[in-house]
């Protein structure tokens, strides 16, 4: 899923809809809202994070219902096909694997040397050239 994809509907079960999720190792939330109707008492709305397609935490929050971890997940296998709703992260690239990117972080996400981040604004100045023909050669840094 590319930056430009807001989010994605899935009208799955649970096990298919986290077999896609990760099969593209996705991070994000993933939710739907289950109405009244057919073995639930209740409206709710389940809702689950997700980091590179695993679940992190599972909630179902209802008005009189709030189910969490596994006793959730039991829940939802039982009620089959449900629109999910996919959004993905604001990125899906945790800090360290980002900084591993650039060059710099953890030894072991890199080279194996410490690596340090140098910004433009932290590099050793250096003297200003010279031009040997220029008039106004003298001036240099006058301010």
């Excluded at 997940?73 to 694997?97: D, R």
Aim: proline share 6%; aromatic share 4%; with cysteine.
């Amino acid at each position: 899923m590319s930056g430009r994809e807001m989010h994605q509907t899935y009208n799955l079960n649970l096990e298919a809809v986290l077999s896609v999720l990760m099969r593209r190792q996705l991070s994000g939330t993933l939710s739907a809202n289950v109405p009244k109707g057919k073995g639930v008492r209740e409206p709710f709305r389940i809702e689950m994070a997700i980091d590179h397609g695993r679940i992190q935490s599972c909630d179902i929050k209802g008005a009189q219902k709030y189910l969490r971890g596994d006793e959730a997940l039991k829940t939802i296998a039982q009620l089959g096909v449900l629109p999910w709703l996919f959004e993905p992260a604001a990125t899906n690239v945790k800090a360290g694997v980002m900084t591993s990117r650039f060059g710099i972080g953890r030894p072991n996400q890199t080279n194996g040397k410490k690596q340090t981040l140098r910004t433009s604004a932290m590099k050793t100045p250096t003297k200003p050239r010279r031009n040997p023909g220029d008039p106004n050669a003298d001036i240099v840094n006058a301010g």
